[in-house]
């Protein structure tokens, strides 16, 4: 039976034992409800640290920033909700502040939490939560089954958060569920041309940090003014822009030293100050010197900008880390969630007849292959694990921290017919049963292979 199944079976058995307790049985109901929605990220991170411009750009569509916990869901038609207190939700109206949309929660004295219901594409595989600065991890994760957490470069504050989300012996033996985002690239390097590209490189240099890698499962860097811009950049917008960029650049760039500058009584162009300002107050300064310099270089329309500006921006890295991070592995990460809140009942309300449930929670954490999987990727990721370095790309690969599809997990860079699939996995597997029979190796390096064998042998059945 699949780790999700399992699980499931064990929420549904947990609800019998503690049928006779309203508080346990609430708790238990909204779990199994979560079970089966899509995943749920909390965006969390620092004050002003640019999290809410990262949810518009995720969402494609931008609101104005609020003081509580907004939840985005995704849905056929607008809606919005403000949770105040054990009552009843309050449904408030969505309306425009210039070009961004707008929950009107003043009609509410207190907004605990805000839930919107969007029609966007990329909300069909995930709940998007936007977080407060202040709040903890507690409360940030208590919700959430994935972590994208915010920072500009890392401090110990950013560690201590990213240690509190996985301060729990479920948590460390599933150390899955956070992806590291250097946000505001464009401000590295006091937004140089090529500020995007260092930032990139810092970020990779991240990725390898012996304090960093044990806690998240990836480092990305993202431009968020620009994300938002790959998204939502209008027809007037990007006429004005292209007008700027009929200017020479260094006629430009001299106009682009400071904000006063840049909507100045001395522009060279006819264009009024209040429509460069509104063009700095979306894209920024690095925005507007970037997107003209694309314009200059050929990309002339509003298709071609947006592709550009989708990859220079780090939102095309960004939701390649959410897919293979996070919603192909929606199943191990609600099994996650799920059994860290059945560990939170037990150890509040213990029961005689609970018993068994203790001992099967304690088995699948231990066992379970999913979570296998996810150990021995932090672990090679870390350092704790090594392995010649012609085997842990490979072990990295088939364990799923590329990808979970056995054409990734294969490296298969095109599509491969079956037959190819299952030649290559055999191939794998007696490679990888070699490693795991060599008795000269060191046990780690045996253990490692071990998890990948079953990995292996997991996915034969796919292919007759």
Partial sequence: MTLDRVVWSMLQEAMAVYRDSPRATAWLRSHAERYTEPVRIAVAGRSRIGKSTVVNALIGDEFTPQSSFVWYRGATEPRAHVFSGPGRPHEVTIGRRGSRNHVETGQ???ADRVVVEWPARSLRDVVLFDTPAEATPEQVLGDADALLYLMRH????????????????????????????????????????????????????????????????????????????????????????????????EELEDHLLSAD?????????????????????????????????????GFDSQVKLTGQLVQRSGLGELRDSIAIHFTERRE???ARSALLALD?????EPRQQARKLVTDLERVVASAHDFRELRLVAALQSG????????????????????????????????????????????????????????????????????VVRTCEGLLPRFG
């Avoid at 939170?344 to 509040?348: G, N």
């Fill in 332 to 334: 191990v990460l609600k």
């Fill in 384 to 451: 704790r694990t090594k392995l010649p370095a012609d085997l842990q790309g490979e072990a990295l690969r088939l364990v799923g921290a590329e990808g979970t599809a056995p054409a990734v997990r294969l490296g298969f860079e095109y599509e491969a017919d079956a037959g190819e699939l299952r030649e290559a996995l055999l191939d794998a597997l007696v490679r990888w049963q070699a490693q795991a029979l060599d008795v000269h190796a060191p046990n780690d390096h045996r253990r490692a292979a071990q998890v």
């Fill in 154 to 249: 890392v401090q110990d504050e950013d560690l201590r958060f990213l240690r509190s989300a996985n301060d729990h012996p479920i948590a460390r033996n599933a150390a899955v569920h956070t992806v590291a985002v250097l946000a505001r690239a464009d401000e590295i390097g006091a937004g140089r041309i090529d500020a995007l590209s260092s930032a990139k490189q810092i970020a990779r240099r991240y990725r390898r940090d012996v304090a960093v890698q044990p806690l998240c499962q990836n480092v990305v860097s993202v431009a968020g003014l620009l994300a938002v811009a790959a998204r939502t950049v209008r027809e007037d917008e990007f006429a004005a822009l292209r007008v700027l960029s009929s200017l020479g650049r």
């Fill in 344 to 348: 939170v009942l037990l150890r509040v």
């Fill in 261 to 297: 500058r840049f909507v100045g009584e001395q522009f060279p162009l006819t264009m009024e100050p209040a429509v460069r300002q509104a063009l700095l107050e979306r894209f920024g300064i690095f925005g507007v010197r970037l997107i003209t310099a694309l314009i200059r270089q």
């Fill in 108 to 110: 509410v004295d207190r």
